[in-house]
């Protein structure tokens, strides 16, 4: 202990080696300034917790889900506090839903929250086990149908069985859209139920044999003879373009190239 005189006063000052050399006297000082430090983030978080509290949420971008889906999946309670608000775990939350692409936040002091929703598209129509749903283009399932929809490719294949051919049929169907296939037909549907070589696609009742990739030069020779078998009137069996640089019509006997 070290004594610091000060005119007549006399003050003691603990000695730093002492207490390096006795640790035990300084823990009541640690241990006093965290609780004091965790009492003050408590009251401050509870002050905090009573300003600025939500009064307003506004959406937009929102086409598929309503206002009070999107309510329900974040959560917000309308006594809840800006401050304290997390962006991040409302993010979170709405992106669960396989209808949000992707989310922007923005609070607007005293009392409004903007958030702005970009929802995915329904991109085609998956029918496995007897049930139908609307599947983005990553070929998540969006939700399950009870009627269908028209405008859309269908696909008819087990994307837990075999991904791989589900996958390609998901190329195929991108290939149907950009060239607006199915907006010109009464129904498209793709077959990925077996082997890739064997992936097909039924126009409009006729058969299509279209087998693994280079879906859209298989397209455009399809499209290219479509115009001669109309002019034949010939009543088509299948088409098969699984072979480079042809298609075969039957019950045509001939190869048409």
Do not use: C
């Not at 607007?108 to 086990?129: D, H, M, Q, V």
Request: proline content about 5%; hydrophobic content about 45%.
């Amino acid at each position: 202990m070290k004594v610091l005189r000060f005119g007549k006063k006399r003050i003691s000052v603990p000695d730093r080696k002492g207490l390096r050399k006795n640790p035990l006297r300084a823990r009541p000082i640690f241990f006093g300034v965290l609780v004091l430090l965790i009492g003050m983030s408590l009251w401050l978080y509870r002050f905090s917790a009573g300003l600025f509290p939500v009064r307003e949420v506004v959406f937009s971008g929102n086409m598929h889900l309503s206002e009070g889906e999107l309510m329900t999946i974040t959560g917000i309670d309308k006594n809840e506090s800006l401050l304290t608000l997390s962006a991040k775990g409302l993010s979170t939350k709405l992106l669960q839903s396989p209808w949000i692409r992707d989310v922007s936040i923005r609070k607007e002091f005293p009392y409004r929250i903007l958030i702005k929703i970009g929802e995915t598209s329904p991109f085609a129509i998956l029918e496995t086990k007897g049930r139908t749903f609307l599947i983005d283009e990553r070929g998540r399932m969006l939700e399950e149908l009870k009627g269908t929809v028209p405008f859309l490719p269908i696909i008819n294949a087990d994307p837990f069985r075999n991904h791989d051919n589900f996958m390609e049929a998901l190329n195929l169907a991108k290939a149907i859209k950009d060239r607006q296939i199915a907006t010109e037909r009464t129904r498209v549907e793709i077959v990925a139920d077996k082997g890739p070589e064997n992936i097909s696609m039924v126009l409009d009742n006729v058969v299509i044999k279209v087998g693994h990739g280079d879906y859209e030069q298989k397209l455009n020779r399809l499209f290219a003879l479509e115009d001669e078998i109309k002019k034949r009137a010939i009543t088509v069996d299948y088409v098969d373009l699984r072979f480079a640089n042809k298609v075969v019509v039957k019950p045509i006997s001939e190869v048409v190239r």
